[in-house]
Structure formats: C-alpha cells, structure tokens
C-alpha cells in the first residue's frame, strides 16, 4: 500500500483541478447568460465599470473555486479513506470523480435544504419558471433532510473510520492522526462558518435606573391592520397582543413617506422629510450627513450603548449618519458598486447556498445581504446575543432592530410560508411574490394592475410573514425578560410604512395619497414597564412623534424637533392632541395605475438616475430632475374622518377633500358640502408646502 501523505496530497491535487474546472465552468455559463442585479442604468455608466466588473468576476469565481475546493477535498479524501480500507490502488480518474462527487453532492443538499427552509434565498438568484422547482420541493421535508444529512455522514464516516481502524490495527498510528487531522480541517471550517449557537441569557451585575435602556424592533412594510385587531380574520400578532395588554397602542400612526429611507429618517429625527433633506430612497453620498441629530446621537452623548442591526432591507441605517455607534447593517443598496459585486446569478445562486452564515457576512456581505431574502432567525439570534453583551456591561443601551420579513416579495422561512396559504396552490407566487427578484422586476410590476398577481396568494405569504415576525419578536422579549433587562427597557415596534394591496388601484407603498392609507398607517406600540396598563390609542399620531416621546419618558430635552411628545398619553392622561397627519407621495418607480391623466410627471427611472461620483457608485436621481420630482409629488392632510389630498396638474393643483367614514376608498369629493372645513384643512396643508425649502414655488 502507498504511503498516506502522497496519497492526500495527489487527492488535494485533484480536488484543486476539479474544483478549478468547476470554477471555470460556471463562470462560463454565467458569462454566456449574463444578468447584473439592480435598476437598469445608462450604457456609459457601465462602462466606466468594466475594469471593476472584471475585478468582481474574479473575485467571485475564487470565492467558488474556495467552496468548491472544499467539496471536492471532502470527496477525495473519502476516497483515500476507502481505497486505504479496502487495500484498493489509488487511481486519479475515481479521484476526480470522487471529488466532483463531492462538489454536486454537498451542493445538492445545500440546495435543498434553502429549498425548503429558506426558498426566497434561491428565488433571487434563480433564472428560471419558479414551477420547475416544485416537484423537488414536494420530496423534502425536515425529517427526510434529516436523514439525507446522515446518510451522507455515513457515506463520509464509515470509510474514514474503516481506514483509521487499519491503519491503527497495522501500527501505522502517525499515519492515522495525518488522516483524522486532513478530515478534521474540512469539518472545522465547515463549523467555524455555520457556527451560530443560541445566545445565552446573561444576568446583569449592575443596572442603571436613573437611565433605561431603548429597545426598538421594527418590520418594514408592517400593515396597521394586522396587529392587534380583533377585525381581521387571522391571529396573526399574539405576542404583540399580549405586549399591547400592558403597552400603549397606537393603531393610526401615519409616517410622512411611505419610503424606507425618507421614513426611518423621520422616524428617527422626529422631523419632516423636508427638514432632513431625505426625500427618496436614492441618497447622495452628501446627503447622508443629515442637517438634524438622530435619537442615537443624542443618547450617545448621555453615555448610551446605541447600536443598529438589519438585513438589507435597513442598508439605510448604517448608510445615514444617524449617530449608531454600532451597525451591523449591510452596504447600501441603491450602489452600482455593489450591484456589481453581486454579480451574475449563477454566480450568485451558487454562493448564495453557502453565504447565509457568518462566513457569507463577514466575506461575500453583497450575497449574504441578498435583496429579497429575509434573515429573520438569524437577525433574531444576533439581537438576543447582543442583549446578553449589554447585560453582562450593566450599561445603558439604544438596540434598534430593523428587519426586512414583511417586506416584497414576501418570502418568509419554513413553514411560515405554508402556513396560511392554499396548499394546492401551484401558481408563480408558491413561495414569493412572483417576479419581484431585484429593483428592475419591481418597476416593471408597479405599472401592472391587479389582474396580474395571484393576489389572495400574495395575501397568504404576505400575513406568513407578519406571523414570522411576531414569533421572533416573542423569543427576543423573552431574552429580555430572561436577561433581567424588561423592567428597565422601553420597549418600541414599529414599521417604516404599510403597503397597498390594490385598495387604491396600485400595490406598493408611497404611490398615492388616496384611500384610507394601507401604505401610510404603521402600527406603533411603546412599553413603558414604569407605567404598565394597557390602552389601545385611536387619535391620529405621527412617526415624527416616536422622537420626543422617548427623550421625555427617558427626562430628556426634546430639542429642535417637528412631532410633539406623546407620553402624556402613555400616562393614561385623557387627552386629544388634535394631531394633523400629513404625507407626500415617494418617486413613482413606474406609471401608478389610476393617477389623473393631468397630473405633473417626469422621466422614467432609467432617465432619472445617475453616479455621480463613479468612486463610490452611490445611484442618485440627477439634480436636473429634482425640482420637478418634488413638484409633482402628491400630498395631503388628515384629521380624524377627513382627508384633504393635493394633486398637482397641468392646470394647476387640484384640492380634494373626502369623509373617510362615509368613503374609505376616496372616491366622492365633498370639498363644496363642507367648505369651512376644506378651506381650513387647505390653509393648514399650504403652511406645511410653505416649509418646504426645496420647492421653486409655493402652490
């Protein structure tokens, strides 16, 4: 029999040219069938990339030759094993077999395992029929996972011992402890990059009364309607209800755009989108530095912890200067860069099986951070962790948990995704929102209409995911709880907007400022465990206000601030605040369905964009088209029943006024039956247009 140490390194060798041919063979498919994530853009400005696309594609292909290598040493390796056991010579051609064996084997079950647990991480990279799935997805299941984990443990173990077994039993024992140490490498890279234990609760020694911690868990695209509501005909938020049994509930809570960005700003500065200057998703690297302090920098400044943690649906919290001292967040991304370094699908398909781990964010965080893939568990995971680091501190905390679970495509893990909806149902939409894989698929839908989308089935994913949340959200006050940390934490859920589900012509949010504002209305739920007792609030409240109601609970100044504190009514003080809610319409993405055929438009996105700075690959809308933008953005005011809307024309703006009682869905104008009413609601909006700085004239 050969000697053992030729005999791996022959395998390594082997291993190495087949994961290299591999490596070569998929970067070659995905050059054949070339696909670049994010929004179409003009043909220059992929040019002034083609040197870093080439510097990605390399970069990525290592990546896959790496995982690659990895697989196919496990399979060579199994095959000395054997050959060793069974006194068989060593051949190159069953070498290389073996390792490719182990590259499609290990990548099978990969596969399948995403299939399952976490389709929508497949989904976004997969460039075929989404039914071409379905059958395999019909053969899995936990237990029978389960039992293809073993067998190939098995299939790996039963040789590996065999040959250990005789090596010892022929006194070759150094020989032994260089084959258990080759097939200890694999197993231990294998488990430093999957390895996430469940964080243990920590006891803190010391607690700061004077100063109670913050902790903030927010969902984004989180509908008012399904929280607490006793109305709607699932149970989809029982941890949320029992909260709201000792919390105060805030079931009409309206954010002033229905953007991610724009929104976390004010709700995070409690000021107007025109004060921080963050009018769209689309930032400008010089805008990241807003002109107003966030709630984080001014708890820092009063020696609190504050930290940010999110999937890429909260890329904004790390990209806006906020004041967390700690972000766990991704890379922005609205960035040609990193659209780029996500690169082709198969690419990305490929990597995306081994990147949903520690490994993936601290290496490849462009594919850990997947648009469209929720990381809800592990997300859930890191905020229990980081609560037990803050107990053992004993020091004041700001946590602000942002996650992307209820946000489009909709696409929640095992079995949330099951749980609510048909299970004969075999359409486009059996996992995710059908065809919403990155920025452009989604601009391409904003124009469709309703007949487009399986809609009761987006529905079903849609409350899955709000399920999924709430159950996180459970686990994580349970770790607060076990921690010692709930009686000295403010508590605070809450959502960046809601989301249309065609109520109002069109899906999506910050589209329109019609009907009775699905994409507008948050849930906002603030525990104080100084003042327990439950109240459901139904006045009118703003997202500007979340700011100023936690600087007085924590007997702090509120500052320069637009909303106004609402810890009176935390209190149980009876109170009518008489707030105006008021909100402006996002950048239309695409032609919203049912908007006035004279309404003021502008170029669609591809015209719109631009890098400005090709250096940091920030996506901006060009300055040219800036004005015109925030002209043409539809407004409106709401008190109690009444609306008033704002739409800009050709003509002129048109002022609308509708009794949401009588008419949710804003179809009959009533301005000329109430015309004291509409005047003042009219007077009130205008003084709110006349803050506004970036406007070149007041309507």
């Given amino acids: 029999m050969n000697a053992l140490l030729p005999l791996l390194g022959r395998g390594l060798e082997i291993a190495a040219l087949t ?35 080439l510097f990605v594609l390399l970069r990525l292909t290592l990546f896959v030759l790496l995982i690659a290598f990895w697989q196919a040493w496990i399979g060579t390796l199994v095959y000395t094993a054997a050959v060793i056991a069974l006194q068989l010579p060593w051949q190159p051609l069953p070498a290389a077999g073996a390792a ?8 099978a079950w990969q596969f399948c395992r995403h299939l399952l647990y976490i389709p929508s991480s497949l989904l976004a990279s997969w460039q075929y029929r989404y039914q071409r799935l379905y059958p395999l997805w019909r053969l899995l299941s936990p237990g029978r996972l389960r039992l293809a984990g073993l067998l190939l443990l098995i299939a790996a173990g039963v040789p590996l011992l065999a040959a250990l077994a005789r090596l010892l039993a022929e006194g070759r024992s150094g020989q032994a402890l260089w084959l258990a140490l080759a097939a200890a490498v694999p197993a231990a890279i294998a488990l430093l990059a999957a390895w996430q234990p469940e964080p243990r609760p920590r006891r803190p020694a010391r607690q700061d009364r004077q100063r109670p911690n913050v902790l903030m868990i927010g969902t984004d695209t989180l509908r008012a309607d399904r929280v607490n509501n006793p109305d709607y005909p699932r149970d989809l938020t029982p941890t949320l209800d029992r909260l709201a049994q000792r919390a105060a509930f805030f079931d009409h809570c309206f954010v002033p755009l229905g953007r991610t960005a724009p929104s976390l700003a004010s709700l995070l500065t409690g000021t107007w989108p025109h004060r921080h200057g963050i009018r ?162 989604i601009i391409a839908k904003q124009e469709a209409t309703e007949d487009h989308f399986d809609l009761p089935q987006i529905i079903n994913l849609y409350d899955g995911c709000v399920r999924q949340f709430d159950d996180e959200l459970g686990r994580i006050l349970d770790h607060l709880q076990a921690c010692g940390l709930a009686d000295n934490t403010l508590v605070v859920v809450y959502s960046d907007h809601g989301v249309d589900f065609f109520e109002n012509e069109t899906w999506g949010q910050g589209n329109t400022v019609l009907g009775d504002d699905p994409g507008a209305r948050i849930p906002l739920l603030i525990l104080d465990p100084r003042r327990p007792g439950g109240r459901r609030i139904h006045q009118i409240v703003r997202s500007v206000d979340l700011v100023p109601t936690l600087l007085d609970l924590l007997d702090l100044p509120p500052g320069e601030v637009d909303g106004v504190s609402l810890a009176p009514l935390l209190r149980g003080e009876e109170r009518n605040l008489d707030l105006p809610a008021f909100q402006e319409t996002g950048i239309w993405l695409g032609q919203v369905p049912g908007m006035h055929p004279e309404h003021l438009r502008y170029p669609n996105l591809l015209e719109l964009l631009e890098v400005a700075d090709k250096g940091t690959g920030t996506l901006s809308i060009k300055a040219e088209y800036m004005p015109r933008i925030l002209q043409a953005k539809d407004r409106m005011i709401r008190r109690g029943r009444w609306k008033l809307v704002y739409l800009p024309t050709r003509n002129g703006p048109l002022f609308q006024l509708f009794d949401l009682e009588q008419d949710p869905r804003c179809r009959q104008d009533v301005a000329a039956e109430h015309p004291a009413l509409f005047e003042a609601l009219k007077r009130e909006l205008l003084d709110w247009l006349a803050a506004d700085p970036t406007l070149e004239s007041r309507p």
């Fill in 19 to 53: 994961a290299l041919g591999f490596s070569l063979l998929l970067l070659l498919k995905s050059l054949l069938h070339f696909t670049r994530a994010g929004p179409a853009v003009k043909r220059e400005i992929l040019d002034a990339y083609l040197g870093y696309t």
């Fill in 280 to 441: 769209d998703n689309f930032v400008t690297d010089g805008d990241t530095r807003l002109p107003v302090p966030g709630l984080a920098e001014r708890l820092r400044e009063r020696g609190y912890h504050c930290s940010a943690l999110s999937d890429w649906a909260g890329a904004d919290l790390g990209k806006l200067q906020l004041g967390f001292e700690e972000t766990r967040t991704p890379p922005d991304q609205w960035n040609m860069k990193y659209y780029l370094r996500q690169g082709p699908m198969d690419l990305r398909l490929y990597l995306s099986l081994f990147t949903h781990n520690r490994f993936g964010r601290r290496c490849l965080p462009e594919i850990h951070y997947l648009a469209s893939v929720p990381m809800t568990r592990l997300l859930g995971r890191d905020t229990r962790r980081m609560l037990s680091r803050y107990a053992a501190e004993g020091r004041p905390f700001f946590l602000n948990l942002f996650t992307s679970t209820t946000h489009v495509p909709f696409g929640s893990d095992y079995p949330y995704y099951l749980r609510y909806a048909d299970p004969d149902y075999d359409g486009e939409s059996k996992f995710v929102m059908t065809s919403l894989r990155d920025p452009m698929e």
């Fill in 100 to 107: 490719l064996g182990g590259i499609v084997l290990l990548s």
